[in-house]
């Protein structure tokens, strides 16, 4: 597994960067994330990011557009303005989540 | 006087048909009564659908009462489900009736849910906009397309999961063949709208299904998440304000499970019940279990999964109902047939850590089917089905297939997408 170094924190991530130790981040680290991929966080955007932290480790998996729009009361909309062209994924990559996987 | 007990079956599809007849014949009937329950008696063919547009089958043919699928000694209750209420181990009825019961089985499915989309249950729905994932809106598609003289057919996906998650992709090749058939392809632009980044969910699978869509001129809008239907202007418009024009839309609508998961608190965010992926136990529930498109599982929402699912569930709940552990081991194993139009099919066979890939199936090196490449046999194999399903599957009858996936007879291949 590939090491990266973002700002000055050595963690593992996957071909496509994604980090694949949930412990390896913090906040810190996700503005960093966020950043690389041309976005500023404000609290909008750490209310998404911070149910996808909370989400996954009862779910054991990413949690969908859908689910993030239903359970965080933010609408789909909104995440597209915040986290532009791929929302879901981008969330992801800025939570340190694993990519959400298409349900086959 | 002897003990009885009652397993309650929601839902007499595909899952909750093979589950009862499969526990009828190891459950003793003087200790175990099983109960069936569904909104009506009319148990439909659902792989049928796809060809029902195209001419392919008679309505009629793809229906048969749910009561004559079932076997003696399960007894079927049409009603509506009001709610489960899981602390009173009991089911509620709309028309007020309760059956209590000491093991739930919840297999009432994903159905197609038009309403949440908006715009599409407008003046334009099966007039313009058809779904073919129900009788009535395949049949209703049939005519469409007879009556179809060229234009911009768009083929959608609205969210996912879905049911049948090849199904739209077979549509769009199956459309194209029937234009090329008709003389009428250079009228028709096609295009296929999807949320997800490619043609398909899984690497190897899309890449392939992708240039399969590339090779029939079929263009690809990827990453299409819809928003609304602008019923007057006949355009899907996405949240990031995309528009796609269309003279005919097939689409495929929001997949959920049934409202009465919700209303019971059993459900997620599209009524669907979270289970462990291994066991099909309801999360935080002993007596519960999600079988089907109804459960959660992060595999394909197919009949295939829910027959290799319901092979592990019956060995784990007699374990499970006699005190013991339950050992078997759910993989999410799932496949499917993908026709390609001009009487070809492909095969994909994959579970919840392996992609499809290629190879032969069920058999290394001879199959009789190819995985993941167009053949005549493949189509052959998706048409002979029917027959199986009503007379083997449904029965709960030995199909010679493992019920786990195999990596026999698949191989890697050495360059990825």
Redesign the interface.
């Known amino acids: 597994m590939p090491v990266t170094t973002i700002g000055t924190t050595h963690v593992h991530v996957d071909a496509e960067g994604f980090l694949t130790d949930y412990d390896e981040w913090d906040e810190q680290l996700g503005a960093e994330l966020a950043a690389r991929i041309g976005i500023q966080m404000t609290e909008a955007h750490w209310t998404a990011i911070r149910f996808l932290r909370t989400d996954y480790p009862e779910?054991g998996?990413t949690a969908?557009?859908?689910?993030v729009s239903?359970?965080a009361d933010i609408p789909?909309?909104e995440?597209?303005a915040l986290f532009?062209?791929?929302p879901a994924?981008k969330m992801a990559y800025i939570a340190g989540l694993p990519k959400p996987?298409?349900?086959? | 006087m002897v003990e009885m007990r009652r397993l309650l079956v929601l839902g007499g599809g595909t899952a909750g048909t093979i589950v009862a007849n499969k526990l009828r014949r190891r459950l003793d009937r003087r200790h175990w009564q099983i109960t069936v329950v569904d909104q009506d008696d009319v148990h439909v063919y659902q792989p049928g659908f796809l060809f029902l547009p195209f001419g392919g089958h008679r309505p009629e043919e793809l229906v048969k009462p749910r009561r004559r699928q079932l076997a003696a000694g399960v007894e079927l209750v049409l009603g509506e489900v009001d709610r489960v209420e899981p602390a009173a181990n009991a089911v509620a009825l709309a028309d007020g009736g309760r059956l209590a019961y000491d093991y739930l089985v919840i297999a009432t499915g994903t159905t197609p849910r038009p309403d949440q989309t908006p715009g599409m249950l407008g003046p334009e729905w099966r007039t313009s906009i058809f779904d073919f994932y129900t009788l009535d809106g395949a049949v209703a598609l049939a005519q469409a397309l007879r009556e179809f003289d060229g234009g911009r057919l768009v083929v959608h996906v609205v969210d996912t999961p879905i049911k049948c998650p090849v199904a739209p992709l077979e549509f769009a090749f199956l459309a194209e063949a029937c234009f090329r058939a008709r003389g009428m392809r250079d009228r028709v632009e096609l295009v296929y709208a999807t949320p997800l980044p490619g043609a398909f969910t899984k690497p190897i699978a899309s890449a392939e299904l992708g240039s399969m869509l590339e090779e029939r001129k079929i263009s690809l809008e990827a990453d299409f998440v819809v928003e609304r239907i602008d019923d007057e202007a006949k355009t899907l418009v996405s949240y990031d304000e995309r528009e796609i024009g269309f003279d005919l839309l097939v689409t495929v609508p929001l997949n959920m499970g049934a409202d009465f998961v919700a209303r019971s608190g059993l459900g997620d965010e599209l009524n669907y019940v979270p289970v462990d992926k291994h066991t099909l136990l309801a999360k935080g529930y002993e007596n519960i279990f999600a079988i089907g498109d109804a459960a959660n599982l992060p595999t394909s929402k197919a009949g295939s999964v829910a027959h290799f699912a319901v092979e592990v569930f019956t060995e784990n709940f007699l374990a499970h109902i006699a005190g013991k552990p339950m050992t078997g081991r759910f993989d999410g194993h799932a496949n499917c047939f993908v026709e390609a139009g001009d009487g070809q099919a492909l095969l994909i066979d994959f579970n919840y850590d392996t992609e499809p890939l290629p190879g032969a199936y069920p058999l290394p090196g001879l199959g009789p089917f190819g995985l993941l490449r167009p053949s005549a046999v493949n189509h052959w194999g998706k048409v002979a089905f029917r027959w199986l399903y009503w007379h083997a599957l449904l029965p709960g009858h030995p199909i010679p297939l493992p019920a786990h996936m195999t990596m026999a007879g698949k191989h890697q291949p050495t360059t990825k997408e």
Do not use: A, N, Y
């Open positions: 779910q998996e969908t557009l859908r689910r239903t359970l789909i909309k995440l597209f532009p062209k791929k994924k996987r298409g349900c086959v």
